[in-house]
């Protein structure tokens, strides 16, 4: 079965500094994976996604990811942190054998401080 | 981008009622939509997948009698939840493909989602 791994609940991190938010996957086949953001009692807006090419993929607002298929991961990262990126980061696999429904991991909530 | 939209946003009904949250996607077709819903601090969990002319495919633990969905046209899908008692409240979510291309290779739109309270 395809699935995502967010192992944090929670990162911190101070406004200018880089951040990462981090992903596992465990899928068969070829990964296609998904970052999204969800701002208080609002829908999910699209970061970035992977489905084949360069394993650097840059996406909204500044931020980027790296696919590591040795480490079956897909961390999430910006160089440089905004208070105004602070929000719940949703890491998504799609699932291709299964009416290409996307499953999401649990949820990191990124809290930037001043 | 493709636009999805969920009406209403906020709803708050007594037990017992049954409440209707529309989906509608602006400007695609959308044979397909996901619903999906979360819970307070967690993830998102997918309920259905609606299509358009024939009947939802429901995962596994949710009843299909209680959330009804209806998917009549291309561009609206409508979860009905029936007999609503307080542990429905939740937010929910609902989704689209905006085109074949990205039906195959691309990203979900979602709707803004909908919070319903039952008191």
């Known amino acids: 079965a395809q699935s995502v791994a967010q192992p944090e609940d929670q990162v911190n991190v101070a406004e200018g500094n880089p951040l990462t938010v981090k992903c596992t996957y465990s899928v068969s086949g070829n990964p296609y994976l998904f970052w999204y953001v969800q701002y208080p009692n609002r829908g999910l807006q699209f970061l970035l996604k992977?489905?084949?090419?360069?394993?650097l993929v840059k996406g909204s607002y500044g931020f980027e990811a790296e696919f590591n298929k040795s480490q079956t991961s897909f961390h999430l990262k910006k160089p440089s942190a905004l208070v105004s990126d602070s929000a719940l980061y949703f890491c998504a696999v799609r699932d291709i054998h299964n009416t290409d429904k996307l499953i999401f991991g649990t949820g990191t909530r990124l809290q930037v401080f001043p | 981008g493709a636009v999805v939209s969920q009406h209403p946003s906020w709803v708050i009904c007594k037990s017992g009622t049954s409440v209707k949250i529309e989906c509608r996607s602006l400007d695609f077709q959308a044979t397909t939509m996901f619903w999906y819903r979360q819970f307070p601090k967690q993830s998102l969990m997918l309920m259905a997948t609606s299509n358009e002319g024939s009947k939802a495919t429901y995962e596994q633990g949710v009843e299909k009698d209680k959330f009804l969905i209806n998917h009549a046209s291309l561009t609206l899908s409508t979860l009905t939840v029936t007999s609503a008692h307080p542990e429905d409240s939740s937010f929910y979510i609902c989704s689209a493909y905006p085109g074949l291309a990205d039906f195959n290779t691309g990203e979900l739109f979602f709707g803004e989602g909908s919070r319903l309270t039952v008191l």
């Open positions: 992977y489905i084949t090419g360069d394993n």
